[in-house]
């Protein structure tokens, strides 16, 4: 059950109500991973949406596991996936979905031995180490008629949603040059998985952050013509071959050019945006806010949530006469909002896998 994209440019036109309150069955959920990315985004998105139940959390660390069960009180914790997957073959535990938010080096095995059990699945991102292996998944997901979708989340940045309005209602004229970053200063690193996995196990700054800003640069100005890329590592290459400062220039058949920068060991950062059209400009600076509340404790059913404060907008005009652009609310609960609606009626899921594929290739090229 592999839907296609929405052209590129439209908004999503599902609408999250259509999925809240509804009169069907609760979707039963199970996350693998309390990281980063299961403790700060799945979990929460998925509790604050009604369509779902979470069933079970999959974490063996101990400091985890007591994080999970104090958050989540009505959930299983379980220590293993091979445990999980055991009560579902014995029907010990019925699930609909399951969440995968390991390093990717896991992610091909893992979304396989969930849909080869008939239940849908959600991979984060990095989606894979390699495009072959999203192949395979793509593949294996149409062989069991199950979904498979990959959480591109930075989708439903606020400041994104901006900019493709902006572009969608023609404010900017024909975009010429789309410059985006990704950049922090930790010089210590990242301090999880992503400071010693290879590039092989889909390791590096590139392949982490690039699954973003590529997606983003393509959801906006469509395939990509021509790639050049640089990589450097600034750490002890015995600890790892993975990148940790990359660069971009990509050719969009569409003639727009998208340059894309990716750094952990920024110590002064630029624009998140910068985008230059035959009639105004766009700038924006600081990263979409959603992460960090999210990270804080902020639901995703608090009234603030998504909400920038004015001096966080970024600038539209030309030289000499540029007026705040109110950022759009993030929006990080439709992902689940759109894939329950998906599960439930047969909709779009609200990202196509071969988009993911299609990035991966992008990364390739570049590192070849």
């Not at 990242?190 to 010693?196: E, G, K, S």
């Not at 003639?255 to 910068?274: E, I, V, Y």
Request: proline share 7%.
């Amino acid at each position: 059950m592999i839907r296609q994209p929405a052209l590129t440019g439209e908004d999503d036109k599902s609408d999250p109500k259509e999925v809240r309150g509804s009169d069907k069955p609760s979707l039963r959920a199970a996350i693998i991973g309390f990281g980063i990315s299961g403790r700060v985004f799945h979990a929460p998105l998925i509790q604050a949406n009604d369509s779902y139940v979470l069933e079970a959390i999959v974490t063996s660390d101990p400091g985890r596991t007591d994080a999970a069960r104090a958050s989540y009180p009505h959930a299983r914790i379980i220590p293993t996936p091979e445990q999980l997957f055991t009560r579902v073959d014995e029907g010990e535990l019925a699930l609909d979905v399951v969440v995968i938010g390991t390093p990717p080096l896991n992610h091909k095995q893992l979304a396989k031995a969930a849909l080869e059990r008939g239940l849908h699945v959600v991979v984060d991102k990095p989606f894979v180490p390699c495009s072959e292996d999203g192949e395979e998944l793509i593949a294996a997901a149409t062989d069991a008629g199950r979904c498979l979708t990959v959480f591109q989340n930075r989708r439903w940045d606020g400041d994104f949603l901006t900019l493709k309005q902006l572009i969608r209602e023609g404010k900017l004229g024909k975009v010429r040059t789309f410059e985006s970053r990704f950049e922090w200063w930790m010089p210590e690193g990242f301090r999880n998985w992503r400071d010693t996995a290879l590039l092989a196990e889909g390791g590096g700054i590139l392949h982490d952050l690039g699954a973003h800003l590529v997606d983003q640069a393509i959801q906006l100005f469509g395939p990509i013509a021509e790639v050049y890329g640089e990589t450097a590592r600034h750490g002890d290459p015995d600890q790892s071959d993975a990148d940790q400062d990359a660069f971009l220039s990509l050719l969009h058949r569409s003639g727009t050019r998208s340059r894309l920068w990716m750094n952990g060991h920024a110590a002064r950062l630029g624009p998140r945006f910068h985008v230059l059209g035959s009639q105004a400009a766009y700038t924006k600076w600081g990263l979409d806010g959603q992460e960090k509340a999210l990270r804080e404790g902020m639901l995703p059913t608090d009234p603030e949530y998504g909400i920038e404060p004015p001096e966080s907008w970024g600038k539209v005009g030309v030289a000499g006469s540029f007026r705040d652009e109110p950022t759009r609310r993030g929006d990080y609960p439709r992902f689940y909002a759109q894939l329950a609606h998906a599960l439930q009626t047969g909709g779009a899921p609200p990202v196509d896998p071969s988009d993911a594929v299609a990035v991966l290739k992008i990364i390739e090229q570049a590192r070849r």
